[in-house]
């Protein structure tokens, strides 16, 4: 069964950093595109950042290009997202996913399998 566990949400003030993690289990994931997504409390879930199955390419929304990072360990068949300078804004449930293909894409129909979520709480 394939699983994907998200870790590292928490609550930070504005101008904190945060490290998520996303530990994908079941089934190797080196082949495929990654991607982190985040829904905000009543707003629809949108797109944040995601990375090639080689980790060579990079994509991110413009809200966070210059504050976070993807990348990826394909032995640890793991995900991460750096996020530095977070503005209250940031303040939502973070999912990560993987992909139908290799590459990174924008958008949810894109992605084959979620996590659960792990919420990030940014203060003022």
């Known amino acids: 069964q394939v699983q994907l566990v998200e870790s590292g949400g928490g609550l930070v003030q504005a101008g904190g950093s945060l490290r998520l993690s996303c530990a994908a289990s079941?089934?190797?994931?080196?082949?495929?595109?990654m991607g982190w997504f985040r829904q905000a409390a009543g707003k629809e879930r949108e797109f944040v950042t995601a990375?090639?199955?080689?980790?060579?390419?990079?994509y991110y929304a413009a809200s966070v290009n210059d504050r976070f990072t993807i990348s990826r360990d394909n032995a640890k068949n793991t995900v991460y997202l750096q996020m530095n300078s977070l503005k209250v804004e940031d303040t939502a449930v973070y999912y990560c996913?993987?992909?139908?293909w290799g590459f990174g894409a924008s958008t949810p129909t894109s992605y084959e399998y979620w996590g659960q979520g792990i919420q990030v709480t940014v203060s003022s």
């Open positions: 079941g089934r190797a994931f080196s082949d495929y595109g």
């Open positions: 990375i090639s199955w080689t980790g060579s390419k990079t």
């Open positions: 996913a993987v992909g139908r």
